[in-house]
């Protein structure tokens, strides 16, 4: 059955049946090595949704594995060479991997957008994500611009209101909005994006005393290269307990922070913080409804054979 944008379940029960074990089977054996793969895939498909492209349409979310791309035909500097909040280095060889195993199995069928939508999915349930239908029919992008990012991400110093008009005008609730921030809750930031604000002695004025002495004292960010757990006590979980952090002033990064001291935000993050259910169920909601936003569908883009090239 069709949903929006095009999309429907069981998309490749004829043309690739086994398409979603593989990624699962792929993805599992890499996630034995180094669990740590799964906020990489997370920020990946996050990154990849929002950022406008113009290839087909004027203004648009992307999932179009537009990220993937080390290059397009046009020689123009790609996405993946932006800035997004931080080096995206993690997550692409696991991506290739995944495709090498699909294309043996099924060449030319499943597309590299499809394919990080389903590896987010399972990236998500080994971190505590009750499993979910993802529905599939995304067709990957033939260009890639570093131009688009700016202006289509969330910056790591954003204001709150930066944030939610970001997310009005791609069409997301400011609920969403927080919902999807939970995703914080695994992975970690880069001391490069971070450290400054723990220095800036105005910024450090609303930072929790104990969290601010911790974030000085402890031997982190000795150097711009090392990450910083967005949440220290269980920051391979997806829980969202999270929020507490954030409620009581313990923030890592400044545009959560924001958004916590704000009253719409504070009181969404007040219904999720003891209530895990209500979130997670709310969560997988909103990652449903962010891939499926705008997608490629039909004969628009085309089906890539390699995931980093145009055919």
Not at 163 to 179: A, C
Request: charged share 25%; hydrophobic share 35%; with cysteine.
């Amino acid at each position: 059955m069709p949903v929006r944008g095009g999309l429907r379940d069981m998309f490749y029960e004829q043309s690739c049946p086994e398409a979603e074990k593989i990624v699962n089977q792929t993805i599992h054996k890499h996630f034995q090595i180094d669990p740590t793969y799964a906020a990489a895939f997370v920020r990946l498909f996050f990154h990849d949704c929002y950022v406008t492209g113009e290839t087909f349409y004027f203004s648009r979310f992307g999932c179009d594995a537009s990220l993937l791309l080390d290059r397009t035909p046009t020689g123009e500097e790609v996405e993946k060479k932006a800035r997004h909040n931080g080096p995206l280095v993690r997550g692409y060889e696991v991506i290739d991997d995944i495709k090498t195993q699909l294309e043996k199995a099924c060449p030319g069928v499943v597309s590299c957008a499809d394919l990080l939508a389903f590896a987010t999915r399972d990236s998500l349930v080994y971190s505590g994500v009750p499993t979910y239908a993802v529905e599939a029919g995304r067709r990957d992008a033939r260009a890639s611009l570093a131009a688009n990012v700016e202006g289509n991400l969330p910056l790591p110093d954003a204001t709150a209101e930066d944030n939610i008009r970001l997310f009005q005008r791609k069409g997301m609730t400011l609920e969403e909005l927080i919902v999807l921030m939970g995703a914080h809750s695994i992975g970690s930031a880069h001391c490069s994006v971070v450290a400054g604000r723990f220095h800036n002695k105005q910024k450090a004025k609303d930072i929790d005393r104990g969290y601010w002495l911790k974030m000085q004292t402890m031997t982190v960010c000795q150097s711009e290269d090392q990450d910083v757990p967005f949440d220290p006590y269980s920051h391979h979980k997806m829980d969202s307990r999270f929020y507490k952090e954030l409620l009581t002033n313990k923030a890592l990064i400044e545009s959560d922070h924001n958004l916590a001291k704000d009253p719409r935000g504070n009181a969404v993050m007040k219904k999720f913080v003891n209530d895990q259910a209500v979130w997670i169920a709310k969560f997988t909601n909103a990652m449903k409804r962010l891939g499926e936003t705008e997608v490629l569908v039909g004969d628009q883009g085309e089906v890539r054979k390699q995931c980093r090239a145009v055919n």
